[in-house]
């Protein structure tokens, strides 16, 4: 069961709410999009799906001497 709805918070960032058995890098692609399109440079991921919530961050890509910075790197997860 994939249980999500797209949130925007106070205009600062995208939260996306689940229930998902894990967060897949798919899910942290899509919060890239939603970010890119709403112009907001982080994004929550909100996992409802496990016994103990969990959280993963994604912030937009930084330009580092032209080249895009790598999102994996950039991304955090936590659980509650």
């Known amino acids: 069961m994939d249980f ?9 960032s995208v939260v996306e709410l689940k229930a ?21 440079e982080v994004g929550l991921i909100l996992n409802f799906g496990k016994s103990k919530l969990e959280i993963r961050r994604v912030i937009k890509s930084i330009k580092t001497k032209g080249k895009p910075a790598n999102a994996e790197a950039l991304r955090s997860t936590q659980r509650c």
């Not at 999500?4 to 600062?12: F, H, N, T, V, Y």
């Not at 058995?21 to 907001?40: F, N, P, R, V, W």
């Open 20 to 40: 998902v058995s894990e967060i897949l890098d798919i899910h942290a692609t899509q919060i890239m999009s939603y970010s890119k399109a709403t112009g907001l």
């Open 4 to 12: 999500k709805q797209l949130i925007l918070l106070l205009k600062i």
